[in-house]
């Protein structure tokens, strides 16, 4: 216990990954970013704007939760770059990013990109499950790749310092924009498909060109990508096994937990997200919580992760990403 305390005290502990939809209202939501930071998370990353969202809906809620979050000076920062995370660490806060999980609020508009990132949103989900402009995502059966009006998009996003996110994309639309960026990218919560074949998951061509890349791959902790109805924190850690061993250290590892805070709403929201949930896709929404990230701590340790390695899952994989992108 001793040494679960110990790393928690040292370590930047970030979520990668969390929906905070305008299209998914609910009165719990602030009491689930509140868990995260009496579990001892430094920064949580939420999604304020996905594929059903208009970029008046976007710039709207932006606004909203800027607002929100400056009236709650005293325990949450608005994250701009790195040091505003570990600065969250020092004062006992919780350091909150914005990104989108689809890029419908780009409209087909390059120059948004730089608009959003000005109003704090420092990463966008290029491709959500199915074809847009940019490229394919992971349900296309035919996976043309990355648009040329994608390789505009990366171009871009790599000029303004915006991490690019390819979890949901197609792996072809994936594997070019790995090899199209300057930066490296994000797979923000996704896991290894040979622990669990669901088509959400990586294949070992996509994890090693992550890893070339110098990237991150969040890893999900819900029991439909898991990869069994009841998730567990052995079968989370089994995911960071096999892709650590995979690519030979623990360098391009992060955690992603994808938390489905919304279980009352969920059938409403299929209902409005159409062809990007279709039968067989769907499984168990329940998922790991953000109190259980002592339990993971512990399991690391007692597989003979050191202290360092722990270190770098938790958040400073991420940190260095960020790092290397943020402008």
Partial sequence: MRHIEEIKSSAIIADIAMDFLP?????????????????????????????????????????????????????????????????????????????????????????????YYLLGIRQILLAYNTRNEIGDGILEKNDAGLSTFGYRIIEEMN????????????????????????????????????????????????????????????????GLILGEGRPTVEKFIAHIDYISNLVGSVDNLALGLDLIHFHEMLPLFFEKSGLNYPSGYLGSMDGIQPEQIDEII??????????????????????????????
């Fill in 23 to 115: 299209e998914v209202e609910t009165p719990g939501k602030w009491h689930v970013v509140e868990r995260y930071k009496n579990s001892g998370f430094s920064y949580l990353n939420i999604a304020v704007g996905g594929d059903l969202t208009s970029v008046d809906t976007a710039i709207h809620y932006i606004a909203r939760q800027r607002n929100q979050i400056q009236k709650l000076q005293d325990h949450y920062i608005i994250v701009k770059t790195v040091q505003d995370i570990l600065q969250a660490k020092c004062e006992n806060k919780l350091a909150l990013g914005f990104w989108f999980q689809g890029s419908t609020p780009l409209a087909k508009d390059i120059n948004l990109i730089e608009i």
């Fill in 298 to 327: 512990e399991k690391l340790l007692k597989q003979n992760y050191s202290k360092s390695d722990v270190e770098k899952i938790l958040g400073g994989n991420f940190l260095r990403v960020a790092a290397a992108v943020w402008k």
């Fill in 159 to 222: 000029k303004v310092g915006m991490l690019i996110d390819m979890s949901h994309a197609g792996i072809k639309t994936s594997l070019d924009v790995i090899e199209a960026s300057k930066d490296p990218i994000v797979f923000s919560h996704s896991n290894a498909q040979k622990i669990n074949p669901h088509i959400r998951n990586l294949t070992d061509e996509q994890i090693k060109a992550i890893s070339r890349k110098n990237g991150v791959i969040g890893i999900n902790g819900m």
